[in-house]
Each structure stands twice: as C-alpha cells, then as structure tokens.
C-alpha cells in the first residue's frame, strides 16, 4: 500500500509540475535569456520532469495489476517496461538533471536559471524539477526492486537519448541564434564539445551508480532473480 501512495504521489507530482509549468509560467518574448522557439520541450529538465510522470504513472499501475517480485514466474509486460524505463533513463536523468543544475547554480545561477527569471519560475516549482526528483528517484531505488537489463543495451537508451536532446538544442541554435542554457554562450565550440562529453560520460557513470546501488540494496533479489533465469535456461 505504501509503494502505490509513493507511486501515486510522484506521478501527481510531477505531472502538476509539468502542467503548471507548461500552463503559467510565462517569460515574456522580449526577455534576452529566453528564445520562444521550442517551448518547454528544448529545456531537459522540463523533458526530465515528464519522464518522471510516465515513470512512476507505469511504476503505479505496475502496482496494481503487475508483480513487485524479484522472481516472477512470468514477468507482466508493465514490469519489464517499469524496470528499463527507470534503469535506462528516469534514474540517471533525475541525477544527472539535479547534479548539474545545482553545481552550476552553486558557481554562478546566472549560467543556468538566471535572476531575472524568479519573477515567473516559482522557488517550489525549480525545487520540483531539480530537487524532488533526486530525492524520490533514491527513495524509489530503495524501495523497489528492479532487474537492470543488459549494460549495453541499457546504455544505448540513454547514450541515443542525450545525443538525440544535443541534436535538438543545436536546431535551436541553428533556428534562433541564442542557446537554451546560457552556459552555452561563454564556451567556444572546443569547449562546448568537451562540456558534452563530460556530461556524457557523467550520465553513463550515474547510470552505472544506479546499476551498482540496485545490487548492492537488493543482493539477494538480484541473486535470487539470476539463479532462476539460469534454471529457465536449462
């Protein structure tokens, strides 16, 4: 019962966030740190935030007619798609969003959400986006068991993802001239190249943390889960 109230209050809250977010927070078109083409969607952490909502909206109908077994006998389709969707991306996405918004936050806020934003951008809806996600993506990995798939295959999901969101902001760039993060404006293109890869490799490592955080949390489960696919094999 307490994993569907988990379920349920981080698919609410996450989703009012992206609604409110989407709905209300207007930066008026003259503004110089915000180019309109893109929307909501250029922003990864708006893009981050609606991961969120499908990941635990699917972690709470996994709690309803799906299995939390570490050993089922035959693994529902919504479990198998529960336990990728948060291994491959909603884990190192909700880290690597918190992480790096408030590291560049902590040196200089002007290089990632700007001062004069806070008049339309309110202190609980940035908590929402880059705090409660790494706080309820820990808690989830804590209490909730899942088999993390092959680490190549998990890799790749999220390796095509954020080359995919790279892609995307250079269309922007190409389409408007202004970068969606202002970091962007005071890196020259060496620079910016090696700001992407760091985050890459940073992203692949979150992922590996979240692989290694499962096994040692759930050892038994993982053991137990091995030892039966390798019965089945047989």
């Given at each position: 019962m307490l994993k569907i109230l988990f379920h349920l209050l981080g698919a609410i809250q996450f989703f009012y966030g992206c609604y409110y977010d989407y709905t209300y927070v207007k930066i008026p078109s003259t503004s110089s740190t915000v180019t309109p083409f893109g929307g909501k969607f250029k922003y990864l952490t708006y893009l981050n935030a609606m991961l969120q909502t499908v990941y635990f909206t699917?972690?709470?109908?996994?709690?309803?007619?799906?299995?939390?077994?570490?050993?089922?006998?035959?693994?529902?389709?919504?479990?198998?798609?529960?336990?990728?969707?948060?291994?491959a991306l909603a884990f190192p996405l909700a880290m690597f969003v918190g992480i790096s918004f408030w590291a560049i936050y902590a040196v200089d806020r002007e290089l990632i959400l700007p001062k004069a934003l806070d008049a339309f951008f309110p202190t609980w809806?940035?908590?929402?986006?880059?705090?409660?996600?790494?706080?309820?993506?820990?808690?989830?990995?804590?209490?909730?068991?899942?088999?993390?798939?092959?680490?190549?295959?998990?890799?790749?999901?999220?390796?095509?993802?954020?080359?995919?969101?790279v892609i995307w902001v250079h269309v922007i760039y190409f389409k408007t001239g202004s970068w969606v993060y202002p970091i962007l404006n005071v890196l020259n293109w060496p620079l910016r190249i090696m700001f992407y890869l760091f985050s890459l490799?940073?992203?692949?490592?979150?992922?590996?943390?979240?692989?290694?955080?499962?096994?040692?949390v759930w050892a038994k489960e993982v053991e137990a889960t091995v030892k039966s696919g390798k019965k089945k094999a047989k």
């Open positions: 699917v972690a709470l109908i996994n709690d309803i007619i799906g299995t939390n077994e570490s050993t089922p006998s035959n693994k529902p389709l919504v479990r198998r798609i529960k336990d990728t969707l948060f291994s809806l940035n908590h929402v986006m880059h705090s409660n996600i790494v706080l309820f993506t820990i808690i989830e990995i804590s209490t909730s068991f899942r088999m993390y798939p092959g680490r190549k295959f998990g890799l790749s999901i999220l390796s095509a993802f954020m080359l995919g969101y490799g940073l992203v692949c490592g979150l992922y590996t943390l979240g692989e290694t955080l499962n096994r040692s």
